[in-house]
């Protein structure tokens, strides 16, 4: 690793956490105990066939590049911490010129590829990470939340790291609402990979790849993911303006305007009416966007 990307994170980390830095290796925060669930994240993220075929088809579309320039301004000139940044997806479609772009994540190999397209990487839980607080402009944390053991211990870690008038933006963590699956509906899902490969072929994926991608979603499964209560009690009392946006992943800058976007796709739909869920309504819609602003400087003890 550069020196250059050695003195941007040393100016930011916090003097009571050890991060080893090895010449051309990426800066690591020791994780001690890692549950079965980093394990599978630091595996699957780091596999070079699997994180190249992430990398080139997850989060790359026009809506998605869309929704978060409406949701941030762009990253020009900003002090960006990516957490979860994965191979480098976020940064790969927004683009811009960040004055400072960290970027977090568990895979070594997935940080290996982050740092070819311009992060300054390190190696750490989300759940703890080594830095001092309220430094960054925006946080972006997308598709991350429920990859972690704790998604309330995950989000305060990253809300503490926004200072005064700064943004913490969340999206691509799944509504519960929207998977919250009863009856037959659960038992489609139960078997939904064997209708996949006998009837769906162009949703199967090989057998190997698709059980260990399973293992790294803690929080993606029926009667679980993320709800308005989760981010309003954590991120209001830390001082931040907390607002709100459901859709279906197809929806851009009117998202802002309360778009949900298409409804979910006949799979899902059909799961939902089984379960006596609208599948037009927004509780409905498969993600949840969070974009917050902190608006208040609560202090670091009551922070």
Wanted: proline share 6%; glycine share 8%.
């Amino acid at each position: 690793m550069s020196q250059e990307k050695a003195q941007i994170l040393q100016e930011y980390l916090s003097l009571d956490k050890a991060v080893s830095f090895n010449k051309n290796a990426i800066p690591e925060c020791p994780i001690p105990d890692p549950s079965c669930w980093l394990l599978a994240n630091s595996y699957y993220f780091g596999h070079p066939e699997w994180a190249k075929n992430y990398f080139d088809s997850c989060h790359r579309h026009e809506n998605f590049k869309e929704r978060w320039i409406a949701a941030t301004g762009g990253w020009n000139n900003k002090i960006v911490i990516d957490i979860g940044c994965g191979p480098g997806n976020l940064y790969a479609t927004l683009g811009g010129i960040p004055k400072i772009l960290i970027g977090v994540d568990v895979s070594r190999g997935a940080l290996e590829m982050a740092k070819e397209i311009g992060y300054s990487p390190l190696l750490a839980d989300a759940q703890n990470l080594p830095f001092v607080s309220k430094f960054a402009d925006i946080v972006a944390v997308n598709a991350t939340l429920h990859h972690c053991d704790d998604m309330s211990k995950a989000l305060s870690e990253a809300a503490r790291l926004v200072r005064l008038g700064g943004l913490l933006v969340i999206d691509h963590d799944p509504q519960l609402t929207a998977w919250d699956f009863k009856g037959i509906a659960m038992l489609f899902y139960k078997v939904r990979l064997a209708i996949y490969k006998m009837f769906l072929s162009n949703l199967h994926i090989p057998k190997e790849e698709r059980l260990c991608a399973l293992s790294t979603e803690t929080h993606h499964k029926p009667g679980d993911g993320v709800t308005p209560n989760l981010f309003r009690s954590i991120l209001e009392p830390m001082g931040f303006e907390v607002k709100l946006y459901p859709h279906n992943h197809t929806v851009g800058a009117d998202v802002l305007s309360g778009n949900i976007g298409k409804p979910p796709h006949w799979r899902y739909r059909l799961g939902q009416f089984l379960s006596g869920i609208n599948p037009y309504s927004s509780e409905a819609a498969l993600s949840l966007m969070c974009i917050a602003q902190r608006n208040k400087d609560i202090s670091p003890s009551e922070d």
